[in-house]
């Protein structure tokens, strides 16, 4: 008998463990949205991002609210699996009804309630999820992006790689999706501004899993001018050091998707490449009063520094807040409408949700990396804002389905 | 010609980390014949603790090594520890339990990795005076991938030099060769089986170490490296660890080579290479034929029994609560019941095949994630109606069963599930890269199901209709000749053989029936996600299935119903709450530690007081 | 008229070790033959061969006059060929019942039946049987945890219920009482006389092989040394000498 008590003990351990967890979401006058996202992995992204929205929440809250009502957000964990997540997402509507959805980091996950979201007419913003589909091709009315697209980011460089003179190119992506598109959008982008350049490889590591010396040496065999890479995190590092010590980064141009971003750049420290055309997040050097604000309440809250992620977080909220401050009450239809065309001040400077596609313009930053006292920080860079580098009305409106 | 030696030799010096990690994983098998899951975490906290050793200690290539050590020697005492007070207690249970346990130590370790490591990736030291490259024939060459190609060939070696020149050695290889002798002996096999188990996790630390200055460490680096461990192993031959060295030397030059001729090869050539293998040597390259002839499962110690009167009427309460459940059950207990249900199903069939049918399959993700995708393109590229779909599915996993359990019949015990592995795993691939078809990583959405079964009730009642039919059938069959040939076959290969039995066809058929099953489940269940992507595919995916057919026990046939429940409502329970896998990991643990035969198991166990004769009595006048 | 069974030039090594050299005898319907010899001569090798569990080196296998060479054990148990294993092989998941049962949808290709279950198949015909061997009180009990006599019987059972005309029985007596293995044997010549079975067996002790077979075989090292009826090899010196010496007092 004493195995079933110790089972029962760690079963009632749960419940109260689930009980503890899940916040008084029907207290009094509050607006409970729910969020998800792939905490258990990726914790060099998901950390500072869920340190982003819990500011944010705190700001709003000790504001005033929205409309008088507390915000409350009620966090859960996918792991990773589209499947959860949708059934994450039925739990959250229809038990703790909540107004809406945000959040998920991976893009089939994104893409995954997105197609919830179009069947059960829930409003969902995807934070950060980069895949194209996600507005375009799978995209629907319920369905917003915050972060600039792959398609977005894959434009910045492209037209800061179009004037180098490098015309021999070489890639390298992770082999899924995102990698595909990077590689894709870049590559038509390119080509359009520069005719004369020409692809001679294209490597395809498995994601998280790359063979760094093989595939650099398979790369110089190709003898590029001009790399672009759109590998991150781990297998960014043993891209770089595998690169340095093979000499394969001399005298190359080299362009590097995410790369400035501190999740991705930091961890390389002293190694962290020079010269490289990235795009990222220059959080030292952005002097804008939106951001400084945002800066120093996060190093008070956290005693740490923002991330890219943070900022999504960050902006996540902020970007629900808004909303749902214009648009009065939590009926799916109002928030949608009032999404639509939403212009919101963020530390970036004010970010608009397009009402054609529903993707927000919010940009990201541009530059080169350099050493900085033994770490790796990004020089002359500029913000690029989203609205720029998205394409025409006619395109965006034959990419996305009618509703 | 300098780009290809160098090529070459890189592919050499990934063989040499291939080998590191391998060797530990085959000897712990060959002598334990533990499936040693967490030996993957065993080599991601080498790392950590190398990292962490190293920026403590003084600058230097001596201090420098000297971290690389304690590293390994840390990672070997926490091995020991995990034998001593987990593994230890269930030698005696079945080797799936194992199997489970050391699961369990891999969730474990992930969230307390993160608890103590942190969460951000760190970049590996260099090796001091290894740091630099040289020039071959005009290409360069990182120094400390050469000091890795030394290296391995050392650590066989050494190996060699203590399982052939020792004592202790001699009884290792006599512990890998027949256990039984061993314990004739009267050798001292806890000790034994500690030693090598230090030894194993020692070997994994060291290469999680080793493999510092070549990339860093990282919370993914278990799960990323466990099954390229296990391909080594296995291709090798389990046990054999001149094996794991040639086969690391292989591997790590066709993916060398792969990348560079095939670019697109990642994902999948290791496991087509195992394929290959498995296919035309069954036990791997220079593993030994096990005695599967004369060795009796030990899941043949479990006699089926039919339904007992209470087992039937607590089955047709179920069925009664199940299905007035919409009347007072709120829409998502609707969905949730209904996805503890289709999951039921494809545990049962994979249960089908792993308990009764003997043959352990790590892949049966393939047949569920296929149903679903079966379903999923016919109704986006032809617009299938929903009933044809659900129809079309199993159809079309019944075949690929034909196809894949065609090879894997051929194979027993470790082999199979590894070659079910391998397949699972190419099938997964294609689904990735045939983007045009599949819709590749971004998946197949928009896949509801047909408007009249589009409200939740009434899809609730056809998911419970359809897994619950399903799983009664399965069932059903297991008391027929189809499931008693089956049975047959598991207990016994000889007398089944010797009566007529056609063993392997009989497996085959069996196979394919639970492929079919499994199909039927992921049919179903694309309809109520929505959705499906690769990951339903996936090894993840497989375990999830395995793990609760494991949770529910082995033995007992409510087993899969039992674990689903358990596995999808923990599932659920926990995703509220940080570090859920600690608290997963530990509930294995426990399962495994007092339940030994799962919880539906333990139940049946309890049940069961009525002696089997009497009950057989009365139904053979009935 | 065609042998029973033709055992032709035999040879079978295992890695260095030569089991079998050259073994060649035969076998009529209704016969009983022993095959005799010490630990290690070589017989069970024999057994395997004959019933597809092992692929001769050379030589060649007839049974009814086919040649069995290399084909698979069920497919030889297709063609009349019982069989019973020195160490016991059943189905431990199954009761005594279940097991014989088995062996009948087995032989009347039933085992792909999937609309009615086995508690309603041959349970008669499996019944008869045990009781012909005499373990039907046991019919209920799993032989997971059945005593190894019975054990046996259930296995002579199996091996009958296909309707072999041969049977092959690797030490049917062992583990058993003297008294136990005089009937069983006796039982086995009855049967054998009435169905017209031939039957190959071995066996350790010479009182039961000398009253029972009606033929015997001597196997020594793998080679054939001598056969004939048992007043025969009762006087044959290399036998007396090699074989029957750690016997006689
Ligand atoms: N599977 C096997 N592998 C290796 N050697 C075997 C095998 N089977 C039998 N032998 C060897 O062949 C010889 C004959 O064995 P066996 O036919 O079992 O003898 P018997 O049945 O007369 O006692 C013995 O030396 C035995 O060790
Ligand atoms: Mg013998």
């Not at chain 1, 009502?69 to 997540?85: Q, T, W, Y």
């Not at chain 1, 063979?211 to 110089?220: P, T, Y």
């Not at chain 2, 202790?168 to 004739?184: N, Y």
Request: net charge positive.
């Amino acid at each position: 008998m004493r195995v079933v008590r110790i089972v029962m003990i760690c079963f009632a351990m749960n419940f109260i463990a689930a009980a503890l967890a899940v916040p008084l979401s029907f207290a009094g006058g509050a607006i409970t949205v729910g969020e998800i996202n792939t905490y258990s992995k990726l914790t060099n992204f998901t950390i500072p991002y869920r340190n982003g929205w819990r500011l944010a929440v705190e700001e709003i809250n000790n504001s005033g609210g929205i409309g008088g009502k507390k915000l409350e957000v009620i966090s859960r964990d996918d792991a990773g699996k589209p499947g959860n997540a949708v059934k994450i997402a039925e739990e959250l509507v229809r038990r703790d009804k909540v107004a809406l959805l945000m959040g998920s980091f991976f893009s089939h996950v994104g893409l995954a309630l997105t197609d919830f979201a179009k069947r059960n007419r829930v409003f969902y913003l995807a934070a950060e999820p980069l895949s194209d589909a996600l507005v375009w091709a799978k995209g629907n009315r319920y369905t917003f992006r915050l972060r600039p697209s792959t398609y977005m980011q894959a434009a910045m460089l492209a037209e800061e790689a179009a004037k180098n003179p490098a015309r021999r190119w070489a890639t390298i992506a992770p082999n899924y999706a995102y990698g595909k598109d990077a590689v894709k959008s870049f590559v038509r982008i390119l080509k359009a501004k520069r005719p004369d350049v020409q692809f001679v490889a294209a490597q395809w590591p498995a994601l998280f899993k790359i063979d760094a010396g093989s595939e650099i040496q398979a790369l110089a065999k190709a003898d590029p001018q001009a790399v672009y890479n759109v590998t991150f995190s781990g297998d960014l590092a043993k891209f770089v050091r595998e690169g340095k010590l093979r000499g394969f980064f001399k005298g190359r141009f080299m362009v590097s998707l995410l790369t400035g971003e501190p999740e991705y750049l930091d961890p390389l420290r002293g190694e962290a490449p020079e010269g490289w055309l990235v795009t990222g997040y220059p959080w030292y050097d952005i002097k804008t009063r939106a951001h400084t604000r945002f800066l120093e309440a996060y190093r008070k809250k956290y005693n740490d520094y923002p991330r890219m992620g943070s900022v999504v977080g960050y902006n996540m909220v902020l970007a629900v807040a808004s909303m749902l401050n214009r648009a009065g009450d939590t009926n799916t239809d109002r928030m949608v409408r009032a999404m639509e065309g939403l212009t919101f001040p963020s530390p970036f400077g004010p970010i608009t949700f397009r009402k054609i596609d529903h993707q927000s313009t919010m940009g990201t930053f541009v530059g080169y990396t350099t050493l900085k006292n033994g770490k790796g920080v990004m020089r002359d860079w500029r913000y690029a804002d989203g609205r720029e580098y998205l394409p025409g009305d006619a395109e965006v409106r034959s990419l996305r389905p009618r509703d | 010609m300098g780009p290809f030696i160098v090529q070459f030799l890189t592919g050499l010096s990934n063989a040499s980390a291939l080998f590191l990690v391998a060797a530990g994983l085959s000897l712990i098998f060959g002598v334990s014949r533990v499936v040693n899951m967490a030996h993957g975490s065993f080599y991601m906290v080498g790392a950590y603790v190398a990292y962490f050793a190293i920026s403590w200690l003084p600058k230097g290539g001596f201090w420098f090594w000297g971290g690389i050590l304690i590293a390994a020697v840390v990672v070997g005492l926490l091995g020991t520890v995990v034998e001593v007070l987990l593994l230890r207690r269930i030698y005696r249970a079945p080797e799936l339990f194992m199997l489970m346990a050391t699961f369990a130590v891999l969730l474990v370790i992930q969230d307390l990795a993160l608890w103590v490591f942190g969460a951000e990736d760190l970049l590996g030291p260099r090796a001091p005076g290894l740091d630099g490259s040289i020039q071959i024939l005009g290409a360069l060459m990182p120094e400390y991938d050469i000091a890795l190609i030394l290296i391995a060939p050392l650590v066989l070696v050494g190996l060699w030099f203590l399982l052939n020149r020792t004592r202790w050695g001699v009884l290792v290889r006599a512990a890998t060769e027949d256990r039984e002798m061993l314990a004739a002996l009267g050798v001292n096999q806890k000790r034994l089986f500690t030693g090598v188990f230090f030894l194993g996790s020692f070997l994994a630390g060291l290469g999680g170490a080793v493999q510092l200055p070549k990339g860093g460490a990282d919370l993914l680096m278990d799960l990323n490296v466990i099954a390229a461990a296990f391909v080594v192993v296995v291709v090798g031959g389990m046990g054999s660890i001149p094996g794991a060295f040639l086969a690391a030397l292989i591997l790590g030059e066709l993916t060398s080579f792969g990348v560079l001729f095939i670019p697109q090869s990642t994902l999948v050539m290791m496991f087509f290479v195992m394929a290959v293998v498995l296919v035309i040597r069954p036990y791997g390259l220079l593993g030994k034929p096990e005695g599967v002839e004369h060795t009796v499962s030990e899941l043949a110690q479990w006699p089926l029994r039919k339904a007992s009167r209470k087992l039937r009427v607590t089955g047709a309460v179920l069925a009664a609560v199940l299905l007035a459940f919409p009347l007072f059950a709120g829409s998502f207990q609707l969905i949730l019941i209904g996805e503890i249900a289709m999951f039921a199903l494809a545990c049962m069939s994979l249960f089908f095949i792993t308990g009764p049918g003997g043959m352990v399959s790590f892949g049966h993700a393939a047949f569920f994630g296929g149903g679903a995708y079966a379903a999923a393109l016919f109704v986006h590229h032809v617009n299938t109606p929903m009933e044809l779909a659900l129809l079309l599915a199993p159809t079309c996993m019944a075949l690929l069963a034909l196809v894949i359990g065609w090879f894997c019949v051929r194979l027993s015990g470790v082999y199979l599930a590894m070659l079910t592995l391998a397949f699972a795993q190419i099938c997964w691939a294609v689904v990735c890269q045939w983007g045009r078809f599949t819709g590749g990583d971004d998946g197949v959405l928009g896949i509801w199901p047909s408007p009249w079964a589009g409200n939740e009730v009434i899809f609730y009642y056809l998911a419970i209709i359809i897994s619950g039919g399903g799983i009664l059938a399965l069932r059903y069959l297991l008391f027929t000749p189809f499931g008693y040939a089956m049975r047959a076959c598991r207990d016994s290969r000889l007398r089944a053989a010797a009566i007529g039995i056609h063993v392997r066809r009989r497996q085959w058929y069996s196979f394919a029936v639970a492929g079919m099953f499994a199909g039927l489940a992921g049919g179903i269940y694309v309809f109520s996600k929505g959705s499906v992507f690769p990951y339903e595919m996936s090894i993840p995916r497989s375990f999830d299935i395995l793990l609760s057919v494991l949770l529910g026990g082995i033995h007992s046939l409510s087993g899969p119903v039992v674990g689903s429940a358990a596995f999808i409502g923990l599932e659920d329970l926990i995703s509220r709450v940080h570090f859920w896998r600690l608290i997963l990991g530990s509930i294995f643990i426990l399962l495994v530690v007092c339940f030994p035969q799962g919880i539906a198991g333990y139940f049946s166990a309890r049940f069961a007081k009525e002696p089997g004769d009497q009950e057989a009595g009365s139904e053979r006048s009935g | 008229m065609t042998k029973l069974l033709q055992v032709d030039g035999l040879y079978k090594s295992f890695g260095g070790v030569e089991a079998v050299k050259g073994v060649s005898f035969d076998l009529e319907e209704g016969e009983l033959l022993a095959m005799i010899g010490p630990n290690g001569a070589g017989k069970s090798t024999c057994f395997n061969v004959i019933n597809g569990q092992l692929t001769p080196d050379r030589g060649s296998v007839k049974i009814l006059g086919q040649d069995t060479t290399g084909m698979k054990p069920h497919n030889i148990c297709a063609l009349g060929v019982g069989r019973t294993f020195q160490v016991t092989a059943t189905f431990p998941s199954m009761t005594v019942l279940e097991n014989v049962q088995m062996v009948f949808l087995s032989a009347r290709g039933r085992l792909s039946t999937v609309h009615r279950t086995v508690s309603r198949l041959f349970v008669e015909q499996a019944m008869d049987l045990l009781r012909v061997v005499g373990v039907e009180s046991q019919w209920a009990r799993p032989c997971g945890i059945l005593a190894y006599g019975d054990l046996k019987r259930v296995e002579l059972a199996m091996a009958l219920a296909n309707r072999p005309r041969l049977l092959l029985m690797d030490e049917p007596t062992a583990g058993m009482g003297i008294k136990e293995r005089l009937t069983l044997m006796k039982l086995i010549g009855k049967i054998a006389s009435e169905r017209a079975i031939g039957v190959l067996f071995t066996e350790h002790d010479m009182d039961v092989v000398f009253a029972h077979a009606d033929r015997i075989i001597v196997l020594n090292h793998g080679v054939l040394i001598a056969q004939g009826s048992p007043a025969e090899v009762r006087d044959n010196h290399e036998v007396r000498r090699i074989y029957l010496g750690s016997y006689a007092r």
